[in-house]
T-cell receptor
């Protein structure tokens, strides 16, 4: 089945560690996105990529990094510089950009917790 | 930054009742999206609106793109227990290229 796969579902990080969250899509979508969700809050954009080998910072990029080496993959690294990383992380993709009025479709998320 | 104001924050209703929620913005939107999120899962797209004044239905759900382009409404008719979840509005304001989300309306349905 076509879709967006995020792994792992749950992730635990020790203080000072970097961790990488995986996002893979087989929908042949050009654009991919990472959001952070905190309890009682809406989604906030971390990074997005409209095309392979290109990405832009979102509203809360500090302490995060991404890469887009392949169309189907957009991993997110939560670095030790992110002081409050505990959250629910959501990956999304779309056939085009937001400007092209293409709705985003989401994976099932990764819940990151600090040990 | 720009924000979407979504109301109400939460609703507790009886099964069978109709539900109405709305989203407003201080800036103009070209697109309005409505998503539903179940606990521990990603949001699922319910309805997409692309034209001011547009009224679109998806089963028991109906959404409208406000004429002013600064608001949108979602109605659920004859609610059932599986309607429980958090409903988010989202859209790309003209001055920005990215999607922004409201804080959600949490719906609880009593059987």
């Amino acid at each position: 089945d076509g879709g967006i796969t995020q792994s792992p579902k749950y992730l635990f990080r020790k203080e000072g560690q970097n961790v990488t969250l995986s996002c893979e899509q087989n929908l042949n979508h050009d654009a991919m996105y990472w959001y952070r969700q905190d309890p009682g809050q809406g989604l906030r954009l971390i990074y997005y990529s409209q095309i392979v080998n290109d990405f832009q910072k979102g509203d809360i990029a500090e302490g995060y990094s991404v890469s887009r080496e392949k169309k189907e993959s957009f991993p997110l690294t939560v670095t030790s510089a992110q002081k409050n990383p505990t959250a629910f992380y959501l990956c999304a993709s779309s056939t085009g950009t937001v400007e092209a009025n293409q709705p985003q479709h989401f994976g099932d998320g990764t819940r990151l917790s600090i040990l | 930054g720009q924000q979407l104001n979504q109301s109400p924050q939460s609703m507790f209703i009886q099964e069978g009742e109709d539900v109405s929620m709305n989203c407003t913005s201080s800036s103009i939107f070209n697109t309005w999206l409505w998503y539903k999120q179940d606990p521990g899962e990603g949001p699922v797209l319910l309805i997409a609106l692309y034209k001011a004044g547009e009224l679109t239905s998806n089963g028991r759900l109906t959404a409208q793109f406000g004429i002013t382009r600064k608001d949108s409404f979602l109605n659920i008719s004859a609610s059932i227990p599986s309607d429980v979840g958090i409903y988010f509005c989202a859209g790309p304001p003209r001055s920005q290229g990215n999607l922004i989300f409201g804080k959600g309306t949490k719906l609880s349905v009593k059987p």
